[in-house]
């Protein structure tokens, strides 16, 4: 079993790591699907945005790139947002398709059943091989063993 800690996060420190919330939160952070809130809190009881949930989605990925320049959504237009390319490459992917026809709605809560949505329209279609470091790699958020 693979150990993941995080140095500096008081929610990751001492017997926190030892349950199973723990060792995702750490494992999430190691591999730079999320950062936390600030440099010593991640806050598991928070809820997420949308535009979190598909940064996390993103991340996750590879953080591959996007063909689509210019964003369908009218609240997203920031191209300096950490969410800016997550969210287009959400939709370049069909795994959203935003709140309303011009709206992706970055700062609303993501419900759970939009999460599993976003999950399942990302995992349901097969993710092409990308090359790194010389060796094939499926770009696919699961850790497989």
């Known amino acids: 079993m693979t150990r993941f800690f995080c140095p500096g996060r008081t929610e990751l420190a ?8 723990g060792r995702v939160i750490a494992a999430a952070v190691d591999k730079g699907i999320t950062n936390g809130i600030d440099e010593t809190h991640f806050a598991p009881g928070n809820p997420c945005t949308r535009e979190q949930v598909a940064a996390f989605l993103w991340r996750a990925s590879g953080k591959p790139d996007t063909k689509v320049l210019v964003s369908p959504y009218a609240d997203v237009l920031n ?15 069909g795994i959203t398709n935003g709140m309303r026809a011009n709206a992706f709605g970055c700062a609303s809560p993501c419900t759970r059943g939009q999460i599993v949505t976003f999950l ?5 279609k097969p993710l092409a091989p990308v090359e790194t470091d010389g060796k094939r790699k499926c770009r696919n958020w699961q850790t497989s063993k």
């Open 120 to 124: 399942y329209r990302a995992l349901a």
């Open 79 to 93: 191209r300096e947002s950490y969410s800016f390319t997550p969210i287009l490459w959400a939709y370049e992917n």
């Open 14 to 21: 001492g017997n926190h790591t030892d349950h199973q919330k």
